[in-house]
């Protein structure tokens, strides 16, 4: 998990290299490095253990000067986050240097025979065997061709991979490879970039090609690309995607932080997903690629995840049985893979739910289903995507980049469209006619004006962030589909403030966790006015009675539950009780970032997180 840039043309390249990496940190920020080819024909290599910040400060000292390089922020899998282990990692000659993305799952084996062979290592990682195939291969019969060299290390590789590579033999040239790990490319008029996806891109270029599984692709100076498959032949139509949002989208725009604008995104995100997609006969979901009778026929939904987004299948499994009458399960990607057996029927749909649409787990999982002969479709926020490319079918969320690792605006698009993807499964098979489509569509156009009633009470999540000044630990409860919420709530105050807190279904908490609670312990509970309210209420006061200081999410006018507790983070009323969790979580998202804020935590980017998992 890491973010590659790499460029060659007739502009320096350090700059673009480290604006490529501070856009690019979210996927990964224990170390940032370069390598830039020098006019000497040396290779110029910055490397250093922290933020990318601090990268750029090394460069102003060293000054990397040429036109071609290649540079990437790390999250570490093999070897600790140090300098040594920063990437990109050169050759025993120091004349090639590579940058990965990705697991070499051979790498021992393969470093045992190069040592036995005489080449010598200086990290602990994985990615510096490539350099050394690569410089085993350009010493033999590939000298003088920069992209057969890597094609024949990549031949002895297992695992995933994106890779940047670099020779000072070969100047002005990168080349370039991909299995498993996102890269894309792109061509201007002063040059040729690189990345491992599109965001870097999008304020040079709208146009970029996008690397297929084992496709190779050599960038030059004058910017040509040329991109080639596993055998070396010429591929002559490379799959390409147009950029569909602006730069500054990516930019603070005037917020504090990427998640304090994020979730002042989830109005307008949610807007954008449900325009126009009530017609005449149900919701329009054309992409999902799925005729009538076929939509009708699906007699099981497995919904599969990590993170986050399973929270989001959690939740989708209650709406579609509850409005399809579809039997539904979810799973976690990354235990669903070791099932021993999946039981399923030509009619199973498999829905894989990743934001973007490069979970190593989630993708393993999509696979596997799709091989036993299920329909699979993804729900992913990012335009062309592997899981949108490999899926039978995709709904894109459309909420824009997300540069916080936490996530917070994809998180509730998502929840909005497994609720348009439950109401397409009800009207095919006649569980919900017409006019039920159209009143559950309704309810959802009410959520962007309920969010933005949230936040206008955000002062209220500042005043309850108090309550955690002095704490260690922390209980979220909820029943029902916001038992939930209580997990996606406790998530985020764990990812971004490093506070331990445990997310339980309210019902089961005095099965164990009730024995966490003592004097002035926070619990936070959401407790709307649905089926469970009166039940939650009685959890409440078992926590009160123990001592715990309770905040409530509760909905407007419950003076009952106000009396009880400390604070009180009001929500407003909503004609389903399904969709609740879509706005109760945005107080808990505002309550999460000011915990974190207080602590001094660095919101965006939490230790030992990514925004991008694609390894297994």
């Known amino acids: 998990m890491c973010g590659i840039v790499g460029y060659t043309g007739t502009n320096q390249a350090s700059p673009f290299l480290l604006k490529g990496l501070q856009t690019l940190e979210y996927r990964g920020y224990d170390s940032a490095g370069l390598e830039v080819l020098s006019p000497d024909g040396a290779l110029h290599g910055v490397k250093y253990a922290g933020r990318v910040s601090a990268l750029v400060e090394r460069c102003k000292v060293a000054n990397p000067v040429g036109t071609s390089g290649i540079a990437h922020t790390r999250w570490a899998t093999h070897g600790a986050p140090n300098d040594k282990n920063a990437h990109p990692h050169r050759d025993c000659s120091e004349r090639i240097a590579v940058t990965h993305n990705g697991i070499i799952e051979n790498f021992r084996e393969l470093k045992a025979q190069l040592m036995a062979a005489g080449h010598e290592f200086t990290s602990e990682t994985d990615t510096e065997v490539i350099a050394h195939l690569v410089e085993d291969a350009w010493k033999g019969p590939r000298k003088g061709d920069l992209v057969a060299a890597l094609r024949n290390a990549c031949s002895r590789l297992k695992g995933s991979w994106a890779i940047a590579c670099i020779c000072a033999d070969a100047p002005g040239q990168i080349a370039v490879a991909r299995n498993g790990s996102p890269l894309v490319v792109a061509s201007t008029a002063d040059g040729a970039y690189a990345a491992s996806d599109v965001m870097p891109l999008a304020s040079i270029t709208s146009h970029v090609i996008q690397l297929a599984n084992s496709q190779f692709a050599l960038l030059e100076s004058n910017g040509t690309i040329t991109v080639y498959d596993e055998t070396g032949d010429m591929v002559r139509d490379p799959s390409t995607i147009d950029i569909d949002w602006d730069a500054s989208a990516a930019t603070l725009g005037g917020h504090a932080d990427f998640m304090e604008k994020e979730i002042a995104e989830q109005p307008e995100a949610i807007e954008r997903l449900l325009q126009g997609r009530l017609g005449e006969d149900g919701i329009r979901l054309d992409e999902l690629r799925l005729a009538r009778d076929e939509l009708a026929s699906i007699d099981r939904v497995f919904l599969i995840a990590c993170g986050t987004s399973s929270h989001v299948c959690q939740i989708a499994r209650t709406m579609i049985e509850s409005w399809a009458k579809v039997p539904a399960t979810w799973a976690y990607a990354s235990e669903f893979n070791y099932e021993p057996e999946v039981l399923v029927t030509p009619n199973t749909l498999c829905v894989i739910v990743t934001q973007s649409g490069e979970t190593a787990d989630t993708l393993a999982a999509a696979r596997r289903m799709k091989a036993l002969g299920c329909h699979v479709f993804a729900v992913t926020n990012v335009l062309g995507s ?71 009470r955000s002062w209220q999540d500042k005043q309850a962030s108090a309550l955690f000044r002095r704490s260690s630990s922390s209980l979220y409860l909820g029943r029902g589909v916001n038992a939930t919420t209580a997990l996606e709530g406790a998530l985020k105050i764990k990812e971004i403030s490093y506070l331990h807190a445990e997310g339980y279904p309210a019902g089961e908490m005095k099965h164990g966790p009730i024995a966490l609670i003592e004097q002035g312990f926070p619990v936070v509970a959401i407790v709307p006015a649905d089926r469970w309210h009166d039940k939650t209420v009685s959890n409440i006061q078992e926590c009160i009675a123990r001592g715990a200081h309770v905040i409530a999410v509760a909905t407007d006018g419950d003076e009952g539950v106000a009396s009880q507790v400390e604070h009180v983070l009001w929500i407003p009323p909503l004609p389903d009780e399904l969709l609740v969790p879509v706005v109760a979580i945005v107080h808990l998202q505002i309550l999460a970032r000011f915990v974190a804020l207080a602590r001094g935590r660095d919101v965006d980017k939490p230790r030992n997180l990514a925004k991008s998992v694609t390894v297994e």
């Not at 709904?395 to 916080?404: D, S």
């Not at 936490?406 to 929840?415: E, F, H, R, V």
């Not at 569509?441 to 206008?456: G, K, N, Q, T």
Request: charged share 20%.
């Open 386 to 456: 592997t899981a949108a490319r490999e899926a039978d079918g995709v709904l894109y969320v459309q909420a824009g980049p997300e540069v916080c690792v936490a996530s917070t605006k994809a998180y509730t698009a998502q929840l909005v469209a497994c609720a348009l993807l439950a109401l397409v499964l009800a009207r095919a098979n006649g569980t919900m006619d017409q006019n039920g489509v159209a009143r559950h569509y309704h309810d959802l156009s009410l959520l962007p004006d309920a969010i933005r009633e949230v936040f206008r």
